[in-house]
Structure formats: structure tokens, C-alpha cells
């Protein structure tokens, strides 16, 4: 799943090629939208809040979308192949002078209106990434269920936003907290200035790493290293669900590094 980081780079590409530009032509391929017609209004800006993307047009209007487990947002220049998945997959199609945006296999696609965005973002916590980050909203939103296991807090939306699995992981991994320890007996304060500091750094790499390392499966100390030795002690590399259905996600960790309380 696309997170915080992948989201902010996709916002920053679109309002570079967007923003200030006037859609000559606007294609929504799903059921609600499917009539909406877009053309003549100007893109202002296209921002990131957590895992949402945000595309803000003259007129009060936002396009709002999710890209959940597989989605994402293509730019092309008039005339070049789209390449991004089969035709059937295209959700929406954004068409300046300059630029078509096609956004791929989006399962959240809606229109809301500008002043009105807190319906669909206003449950975040702090976003990581955003300059205006509260650091002590985020500590106390983490606080509010010291029962919690670190692993479902983190990745709690409501907490704090634009942390995905793999950053879950491999912050627990590096702080050496075991999946499934109790909130109540983390530091909080380092679990989240890690997130954003490993966040922060990646939006320069355009990959998702931990290690130091970007090189193609040295990137990450646990995350979809299943089986495989540890990189510091050699111990295999354990995984499991954890969360309640529907909402389980699969962990990983090394039993040595992060050892349980």
C-alpha cells in the first residue's frame, strides 16, 4: 500500500505539471462521477494530507482520492502512450494544454467541495510530513489507549497520518519494540520523531528505505524478510497478522532484536 511519502511525491509531481493550468477536458470512470464535466476550471494546487491527495480547482471544488492498496496517478504529454495499466483500469483522466493525469485502479475517487474537505480528511491526526506537524497531538493521540499494541497505533490513521506497514515495521525494529508491546510502555516520543525523520529522508530517495542501503532487497531490516536471517544477529525473521478482521495487517520481526516484555 502507497504511504505517506509515496502520496506526498505523487502530490508534488501534479501540482508541478498542474497547478495554474486550465483543464480542457476532465473523464471520470466511475458510477458517481460519470457525468461530470470539469473542463474550464483552473487546477490552484494538488496537496497530500496522510494517504489522501487532495486537488483543489477554482470554483470551491476538490478531487478527492485514496490510493489504497494499488492506485496511483500517471502524467503523460499529449499524444503519449499511457502506461500505467489496461485501459480498464483508468479511473479518471485530468487534461490540460500541457498534460493528461490518469489515475489508475483509485478505489476513493469523489468530489467535495473545497471548504467542505474535513468530510473526508478531517479524521487524520497530524500529518508527518506536513511542515506544520503537532508533535504533542500526535504523543497524545498515541497516549489515549496505552493498552494498544504499538503496532495498531502507529498505523492508526486517527493518530497520526501517512504511516503504512513498512514504516510500522521498521520503526518498531530499529526502536527494538516487539510487534504486539503494549503502548503504555513505549517511548513515544522517539517512535514518532523516527517515522518522520525515515519519511522525511525518502521523499529525497523516491524509495522506501531503512537501511541506508538503496539497492534492490537491501532496503529494509524485516519488512517482507520472512525466513530470512536478521541483518544484525542472524535469527530468522518471523511474521504474523496482527490487528482485529478486518482490519489485520501482516508484521514482521526479528524475536532476538525485539524481544516480547
Not at 485502479?105 to 478531517?122: I, N, Y
Not at 522517539?190 to 521523499?203: F, G, I, P, Q, Y
Request: aromatic share 6%; with cysteine; net charge positive.
Amino acid at each position: 500500500m502507497p504511504e505517506g511519502d509515496t502520496v506526498w511525491r505523487a502530490a508534488k509531481r501534479l501540482d508541478q505539471a498542474l497547478a495554474g493550468s486550465e483543464l480542457i477536458r476532465t473523464d471520470f470512470r466511475v458510477p458517481t462521477l460519470a457525468t461530470t464535466d470539469l473542463s474550464g476550471r483552473t487546477v490552484l494546487e494538488v496537496v497530500a494530507r496522510g494517504k489522501h491527495l487532495l486537488t483543489r480547482l477554482s470554483g470551491g471544488l476538490t478531487i478527492h482520492s485514496h490510493f489504497r492498496m494499488d492506485g496511483s496517478w500517471h502524467l503523460y504529454r499529449p499524444g503519449e502512450r499511457w502506461k500505467g495499466g489496461p485501459d480498464h483500469q483508468v479511473r479518471a483522466v485530468l487534461e490540460t494544454a500541457n498534460w493528461s493525469a490518469v489515475g489508475y485502479r483509485l478505489p476513493v475517487l469523489d468530489l467535495v467541495a473545497t471548504d467542505a474537505e474535513d468530510e473526508v480528511v478531517g479524521h487524520l491526526g497530524p500529518d508527518l510530513l506536513s511542515p506544520d506537524f503537532d508533535r504533542s497531538l500526535a504523543l497524545a493521540n498515541l497516549a489515549a489507549e496505552p493498552t494498544r499494541t504499538i503496532s495498531e497505533a502507529l498505523l492508526d490513521q486517527r493518530n497520526l497520518a501517512g504511516i503504512g506497514n513498512f514504516y510500522r515495521v521498521e520503526v518498531c525494529f530499529l526502536l527494538g519494540l516487539h510487534p504486539w508491546r503494549p503502548v503504555s510502555s513505549v517511548d513515544l516520543g522517539a517512535a514518532v520523531d523516527l517515522s518522520r525523520r525515515l519519511m522525511k529522508a525518502n521523499l529525497r530517495n523516491g524509495t522506501q528505505v531503512s537501511t541506508g542501503v538503496n539497492r534492490p532487497g537491501q532496503r529494509s531490516w524485516v519488512f517482507e524478510r520472512a525466513g530470512k536471517p536478521c541483518r544484525r544477529c542472524t535469527t530468522t525473521i518471523l511474521t504474523a497478522p496482527i490487528g482485529e478482521p478486518p482490519r489485520e495487517r501482516v508484521t514482521y520481526w526479528c524475536p532476538y532484536c525485539q524481544p516480547a516484555l
